[in-house]
């Protein structure tokens, strides 16, 4: 007795008539389409970003829409088969080096999505509602693994969005969404061409700005009467911090008190100690 044909899998771009298996290649078009995506000006003019790895991957699929296309190595296709079976749209499969152009890690995982941008970015108006209670503002951040990182401790400390104001960096940078460790599908993510207006738009909605400033005249560990309000922290640039000029614009500046010969900490730390006294106070403990 024979045994019937198999049939194609729909989630499989290899499954070919006649069993001939053809995986898309570097040089193919939809692979050097989604290589583009690596570049600023094609992620804004498309909407479009990448998400590398099945964590990230999966985060994405918990967001209506976010993924247009899956592209994987038929190795990663059977390491991740219950990622690929609950996938909203159907994996492309590519050889090894199709996917590792698309990836921005040493030792790529073989699995790569193409995610429409509107799915993690908000507008600034999604910040200012009046259930907000906790914002970071992230001035001038141009490191993408910190600001990656402060976004994740956003979403550990419960904040309920994210701007990164200014000349910061791309949230949709690869380095970027990799730091976030999938908390930028968590929490509204913004970004926000002038510092002084997405700090003016908090004001006006009733949000205490606090900027965090080593000179601050508020010591952190004497300030829960503010930190028990709807407040946003002001974080600066890793090298030089906030501007005298920018830092004014707060309601307070807060420094974090240093007990040890320390000249100061680094922003992704001493966003990490803001946001978390903040979450104490706001929950009275």
């Not at 070919?16 to 995986?23: K, M, N, Q, S, W």
């Not at 509107?118 to 910040?127: F, G, N």
């Not at 906030?242 to 240093?258: E, F, G, K, Q, Y």
Request: proline letters at 6%; a negative charge; aromatic letters at 4%.
């Amino acid at each position: 007795m024979s045994t019937p044909p198999r049939r194609p899998d729909p989630r499989h771009s290899s499954d070919r008539r006649a069993g001939v298996t053809e995986l898309l290649t570097a040089r193919s078009g939809r692979i050097k389409a989604a290589r583009r995506l690596a570049d600023r000006r094609v992620r804004r003019e498309l909407g479009l970003f990448l998400v590398e790895g099945p964590q990230l991957v999966a985060e994405a699929y918990a967001v209506p829409d976010a993924v247009v296309e899956v592209y994987a190595t038929p190795e990663a296709a059977e390491r991740y088969a219950d990622l690929r079976d609950g996938s909203p749209v159907a994996w492309q499969l590519s050889d090894d080096r199709g996917v590792a152009s698309l990836a921005d890690t040493v030792t790529p995982t073989g699995v790569v999505a193409v995610c429409r941008a509107a799915s993690v970015l908000a507008p600034l108006e999604s910040a200012v509602t009046p259930g907000t209670r906790l914002v970071v503002v992230c001035a001038d951040v141009r490191d993408p693994g910190n600001a990656g990182t402060v976004i994740r401790t956003a979403d550990a400390a419960g904040a309920d969005a994210v701007v990164l104001a200014g000349h910061s960096v791309d949230p949709l940078n690869p380095k970027t969404v990799r730091a976030t460790v999938g908390s930028l599908f968590h929490l509204p993510v913004v970004v926000a061409d002038d510092v002084a207006g997405a700090v003016t738009a908090l004001q006006a909605g009733g949000v205490t700005v606090l900027a965090a400033d080593g000179g601050g005249e508020v010591d952190l560990f004497d300030a829960d009467g503010l930190l028990g309000g709807r407040t946003a922290w002001l974080f600066g640039n890793e090298a030089w911090g906030l501007p005298a000029d920018t830092a004014a614009m707060a309601d307070h500046r807060v420094r974090v008190p240093i007990f040890g010969g320390a000249e100061s900490l680094n922003l992704s730390t001493a966003a990490a100690v803001c946001l978390y006294a903040s979450a104490r106070a706001q929950r009275g403990s």
